[in-house]
């Protein structure tokens, strides 16, 4: 019998912008240990680098770390997956060509690729989640943003540059709001959490019978979700918004990739059940009658989805080897 360092051991990252998270994931996706810190998106790049180092610390503890495979960074982008530089990060300041996969390999002496933060959970959930034996699917993440990965006839859809995948950043509103990326009317700047949280923070201030209301600055998406636990009316209202905008989303992934199934993920997919109603209803009155078929369910692995799909690339040796950037002073 093998033990889970015969199997492989990798550190998994999941770099967002609220939350960098880590876990210790063996070779059948099991995530051994798990941590997190509220992201330093004041003291940019660097800051975020040393928090990276203690959350490998801190999910490794008592281990040495040339029992290893590596560590997996999944991130918001763009970004360029062989190089192992982060382009650019709209939701986070200063994240702009940093050459994170280099840095993280001189500090901690490890192997260590990186991945769009879709991809990664795409791939999580195609090895070892709600896609699994699937050749066709697509993984949507809504969270501080919205993002995704496409699994194609089989293969991981990249694209020109390995950019394929911002769902987030198709326009859904042309009169919407404006996005972290500058356009109006992206998805993620319609449907995201944070989203959500904004147009529900006005709402309820309007509304003071509302359990919502109580919040104040603080609402977010998952005071909305628990509220709509207990039948609180506007958060139900909120609710169904928020599944109607991410049902227009979908319908337009089930027309442009044709999957066998559409996974959802991220924060806001806590409350899956009380999106899947009229996300489902959205699939039936718009989709062209080919696509109606097309089940959208949650993802498996849930909040480690992300986490699991980025050891998993290191544990497959699916390394990338950028070319060295020095550490900044």
Not at 147 to 171: E, K, N, P, S, Y
Not at 191 to 220: D, F, V
Request: glycine share 14%.
């Amino acid at each position: 019998m093998t033990s889970p360092a015969q199997e492989g051991l990798a550190v998994g990252i999941d770099l967002g912008g609220t939350q960098v998270r880590a876990a210790l994931v063996d070779g059948s996706g099991q995530v051994l240990a798990r941590a997190a810190q509220r992201t330093d998106a004041v003291g940019g790049p660097y800051a975020v680098l040393q928090q990276i180092q203690q959350l490998v610390a801190e999910t490794t503890q008592g281990m040495a770390y040339r029992d290893l495979r590596g560590v997996g960074v999944s991130a918001p982008g763009p970004l360029d997956a062989q190089a192992g530089v982060i382009l650019g990060i709209p939701t986070l300041a200063g994240w702009v060509d940093v050459p994170l996969v280099a840095w993280l390999q001189q500090a901690l002496g490890l192997p260590v690729t990186l991945e769009n933060d879709g991809i990664a959970a795409a791939i999580g959930e195609w090895r070892f989640g709600a896609g699994r034996g699937l050749s066709d699917f697509v993984y949507v993440t809504v969270s501080t943003g919205i993002g995704g990965g496409v699994i194609a006839d089989g293969r991981v859809l990249r694209g020109r540059g390995q950019l394929a995948g911002h769902i987030g950043h198709m326009t859904i509103a042309p009169d919407g709001a404006v996005c972290s990326c500058g356009n109006p009317g992206c998805w993620e700047a319609q449907a995201s959490g944070t989203a959500l949280g904004q147009i529900a923070r006005q709402r309820a201030a309007s509304t003071p019978g509302s359990l919502l209301a109580a919040y104040g600055e603080t609402l977010s998406a998952r005071e909305v979700m628990a509220a709509a636990r207990t039948g609180d009316t506007l958060a139900l209202e909120l609710v169904e918004h928020e599944a109607h905008l991410l049902g227009i989303g979908i319908v337009n992934l089930l027309h442009l990739y044709s999957p066998q199934t559409v996974v959802v993920g991220g924060g806001v997919a806590q409350g899956f059940d009380l999106l899947q109603p009229g996300i489902d209803q959205h699939v039936r009155t718009r989709a062209l009658p080919p696509f109606r078929c097309v089940p959208v369910v949650a993802a498996q692995l849930g909040q480690n989805s992300g986490l699991v799909g980025a050891a998993s690339l290191v544990l497959a040796q699916e390394a990338h080897r950028p070319l060295a950037h020095a550490l900044p002073a």
